[in-house]
């Protein structure tokens, strides 16, 4: 089973700022495969990048995926006060499909 | 608009059944994977099955092999999800996507919780 492990587990910046992700996988993922999802409190996740680095329609520019192979990042620069949420990355280029378990941007 | 909207959650006791199903809206239903995620009070998500557009391509997550079966009825627009032998484990808000290359529409989701 290929592992995405995320960090770090939590993130405490100022609006403002900028937060840089990790989503790190046990073997290499195809950059067609690699998605990242936001999900506040009591919603459903939402769609941000897929591709490892294009935004999805909606997706603010300040938020950017980058990366290859087995290091993948997503950036959130200048943080808005609805960018503090929960953030998973995933692969669904093999299965099984797998996310990694989050990374929490709370507000410092 | 694009849209799912899950149904048939509900409270049931270990070893119990229930079929899930996702009413889809706005786009063409055949053209897309179909999956269901899941995610435990508390916990991270958890993919749980995909079906191909036409039904033929279908995988499932170990832990629900041989207990769950995926389905959809492109004709109704409509992907289903049907849980038997469900454990405590099982417990979690089950969420309808859509994805050929990430999860680009997601229902809301609907409730499992297995217990006694």
């Known amino acids: 089973e290929l592992v995405l492990t995320q960090s770090p587990g939590t993130l405490s910046l100022s609006p403002g700022e900028t937060a840089t992700l990790s989503c790190r996988a046990s073997?290499?993922?195809?950059?067609?495969?690699l998605a990242w999802y936001q999900q506040r409190p009591g919603q459903a996740p939402r769609f941000l990048i897929s591709g490892a680095s294009r935004r999805a329609a909606g997706t603010p520019d300040r938020f950017s995926g980058s990366g290859s192979g087995t290091d993948f990042a997503l950036t959130i620069s200048r943080l808005e006060p609805e960018d503090f949420a929960v953030y998973y990355c995933?692969?669904?280029?093999?299965?099984?499909?797998?996310f990694g378990q989050g990374t929490k941007v709370e507000m410092k | 608009q694009m849209q799912l909207v899950e149904s048939g959650g509900g409270l049931v006791k270990p070893g119990g059944s229930l079929r899930l199903s996702c009413a889809a809206s706005g786009f063409i239903f055949t053209d897309y994977y179909m999956a269901w995620m899941r995610q435990a009070p508390g916990k991270g998500l958890e993919w749980v099955a995909y079906?191909?557009?036409?039904?033929?391509?279908?995988d499932y997550a170990d832990s629900v092999k041989g207990r769950f079966t995926i389905s959809r009825d492109n004709a109704k627009n409509s992907l289903y999800l049907q849980m038997n032998s469900l454990r405590t484990g099982d417990t979690a808000l089950y969420y309808c996507v859509r994805g050929n290359y990430g999860m680009d529409v997601w229902g809301q989701g609907t409730t499992v919780t297995v217990s006694s």
């Open positions: 073997q290499s993922v195809s950059i067609t495969y």
């Open positions: 079906i191909s557009g036409g039904g033929h391509t279908i």
């Open positions: 995933q692969q669904c280029g093999g299965s099984p499909w797998t």
